[in-house]
């Protein structure tokens, strides 16, 4: 509907392909749909019938709250490509760096989002970590004075737990599977530290 082209070509480009396109970064793009194009991708891409769409679209239009069409593509469409295990994966992740319960991600899904562009950094595999530093160094700040600041408003997660202190330190009994540490800023940033 924006006129952006639909293509290979494009950067964060999704294939009809279980080996081109891992199941939560394809999860994601359809979770990103407009509301301009969901209901045409809706009769394009699942197996629902025209009158069923029809009922959605009314559905979401009644409804003052974020529509349910976005979440339908996505479900119906990584099913079809990458099967209920992908599916399952896909929502496993998603939920779990939204909710900040990372407790049921897996060494492999922690692998598979720096393989599907989660901002990463390799870190060395046993040395404690100044979080003030690694914020600035990973981009979650401008400044050890910005990184200060987002520690004492609170906007600031490691593994799912917020940060209070700005003497906090990472070590390698706080990474999850003995290798990842997640840092989150505010509702949206994330990066991923990965020990080698």
Not at 55 to 67: F, G, H, T
Not at 155 to 177: C, F, K, P, W, Y
């Amino acid at each position: 509907s924006d006129g952006t082209k639909f293509g290979k070509t494009e950067t964060g480009t999704i294939w009809l392909s279980s080996k081109k396109t891992s199941p939560y970064a394809f999860y994601q793009f359809w979770l990103g749909t407009s509301d301009a194009d969901v209901y045409r991708f809706l009769g394009y891409y699942s197996d629902r019938s025209m009158e069923d769409i029809a009922v959605i679209q009314a559905e979401d239009a009644a409804r003052n709250a974020k529509p349910e069409a976005q979440r339908l593509l996505a479900e119906d469409v990584t099913l079809l490509v990458h099967g209920q295990d992908g599916l399952g994966a896909a929502q496993r992740i998603t939920q779990a760096l939204f909710s900040g319960d990372l407790d049921t991600l897996s060494a492999e899904d922690y692998a598979q989002l720096a393989l599907d562009g989660l901002p990463c950094t390799d870190v060395d595999a046993a040395a404690p970590l100044a979080l003030i530093d690694v914020l600035v160094e990973s981009g979650l700040a401008t400044s050890r004075r910005n990184a200060r600041e987002f520690v004492d408003n609170g906007a600031v997660m490691h593994n799912g737990e917020r940060i209070t202190s700005t003497d906090a330190q990472l070590s390698l009994e706080q990474a999850r599977h003995q290798r990842f540490h997640l840092l989150k800023r505010g509702k949206k940033q994330f990066h991923l530290l990965r020990r080698a």
